[in-house]
Structures are given as C-alpha cells and as structure tokens.
C-alpha cells in the first residue's frame, strides 16, 4: 500500500509555498483548487494527491509514476517502500560522512538563517548571519566550506534541515537536522543508573523530541555525566522563562519513540550536534 502522507506543499498561485495539512482539507477544495499543483512536503518535485474516504479518513499520496521524482534523501522515493527499502534509505544517510566540527559550523549557520525569519517576540536575542549555499542542480545542493580568507574550497556533503511540525514516523532511518521551539525539558534514569535526557518539542500533528542517550556524554567533547546535568537544567531554566520561544537545532538519526508508535526521537550523540538558544553545549554550561 502506498505510504500515508500528511503535508503537502502548495504551488497554487497567491497560495504558493503554503503547507498543506490533509486534515483540514475536502475534497471538493482540492478538486477544485488544489488538484495537480501540490508537491512533497520534503521539496521534490514529486507532485501528491489528495484522498478522502467515506469513513473521511483524510491522507496524500504520490502521484502514479511519480514515485521516482522524489529526491533520494525524502523517505517517499520508491525506492524506500518496504523493509528492504527502508534499508535504503538508511544506508543513504549512514554514507554521509562529516567531521564534528563541520557538523557545527553547518548548524550555525543554519541557525543564523532561522532566526531571520522571526520576530523579535518569538525569538531571545536574535543575531545577524548568513547562510552560503549554492543550488547544483534540482536534486541536491553543496554547501562550500570556506578557507580562512573567506575563499570558498571544499565541497562537502549536504546536511539536510527539517521544521520538526513536518517530522514523522516516516522519517525514521534518516539522519537529518531538526528545528524547532522546545516546550519542555526532561532528565530521566534507567534502571542501571544511567542518565539520558529529553527536549519535547512545540508541534500540533505529532510528538518529536531531542534525545540525549549515554553516548552524547561519553566521548571527548564532553567531561561527563555531571556536566550533562548542568547543561540539561541550564536549558530547562530558559524554557520555564521563556515556554515554546527557546529554538533547538539539532542533528541526529531519526528513531521510533519507545512509548509513542507515532512518535519519534532526533537522537544527539555529540555535543556538538546541538545548538540551544544560538549557543553551543559549552557555551550553556559555562554561561
């Protein structure tokens, strides 16, 4: 069966570029608005269909013969159907090979980007930037690191961004930066004694969160468990001051939420695969 999907984007002229949500679509509006110019929520250019049912179960789906026009990064591409698909997929995102501090300066600069796009309400000290991207063609795009003179040189593989409103259990296998506002924060223990910790993010549709397993605080950017639980409760003072204003970035495997079917965890394993607030782990722990 083909894969249920929830958001399509808009190419309806003065509507264009508009996120779609099937729920609260009928289907006489998409007949007579919507039908042949809506396309992947991910940015392909694979055009989707609206179904509605008589029982008015609501969902998009790719358009016959379309399958392959999606990019190979989006988890709708027909080659990803099934388990051996999703395999795929996986192996797609596991071959993505970047240095931790690339990974960083990528964030940032995404960041920076981000936070121009809000009000000053919205967002706690929103700083100026810039983001150098070069568009190579319609299915991919290299962002140029630059030497110390600015020049730009080497050409790196693509991180790929993501609003965490359109994250779903079909993301689940790829590796991706996820953004968004966190609405709350948790320190939790297992039944070994180890601690891991969640940032809940703001979304209406679906439960996304930022996960710190043991892996995030056991490696050489980190000093340990105890320094964990400092940067954990520095960022749930800015939340309780600041509820669902604090923006995430953060890069990791997309995973199922044990305790959610529907949910899903961005899971971090280094410290320098996360900005809070437009500051690094350090910079929060030592503020």
Not at 67 to 94: F, T
Not at 125 to 131: A, F, I, Q
Request: proline share 2%; aromatic share 10%; net charge positive.
């Amino acid at each position: 069966m083909a894969r249920k999907i929830m958001y399509a984007i808009s190419n309806v002229e003065g509507d264009s570029k508009k996120k779609i949500y099937c729920e609260n679509l009928e289907k006489n509006e998409y007949e007579a608005k919507y039908k042949g110019y809506l396309t992947c929520i991910k940015g392909c250019q694979a055009r989707i269909k609206f179904t509605q049912r008589k029982n008015d179960i609501k969902f998009f789906s790719t358009w016959n013969k379309e399958g392959n026009l999606h990019e190979k990064s989006c988890p709708y591409h027909v080659d990803y159907k099934g388990k051996m698909g999703r395999k795929k997929l996986n192996a797609y995102y596991q071959s993505i090979e970047l240095s931790e501090e690339i990974i960083l300066r990528r964030l940032k600069r995404k960041m920076e980007g981000l936070l121009k796009q809000y009000s000053d309400e919205d967002i706690i000290d929103p700083p100026n930037g810039s983001m150098e991207v070069d568009v190579i063609g319609e299915d991919e795009v290299a962002v140029f690191e630059g030497d110390e003179n600015g020049k730009k040189s080497e050409c790196l593989p693509r991180i790929y961004y993501e609003d965490a409103e359109y994250i779903s259990t079909d993301d689940i296998g790829c590796r991706k930066s996820v953004y968004g506002f966190i609405s709350n924060v948790q320190l939790e223990e297992d039944k070994k004694k180890g601690k891991y910790a969640y940032f809940n993010l703001a979304t209406k549709h679906s439960t996304v969160n930022i996960a710190f397993p043991e892996a995030f605080y056991s490696n050489e950017l980190s000093s340990g468990v105890q320094e964990f639980e400092i940067y954990v409760s520095k960022v749930k003072e800015l939340v309780q001051k600041h509820p669902n204003k604090i923006m995430v970035i953060a890069y990791g495997e997309i995973t199922r939420k044990k305790k959610d079917k529907n949910g899903v965890n961005v899971s971090v394993i280094s410290p320098n695969r996360i900005l809070v607030d437009n500051k690094t782990y350090k910079q929060l722990v030592y503020r």
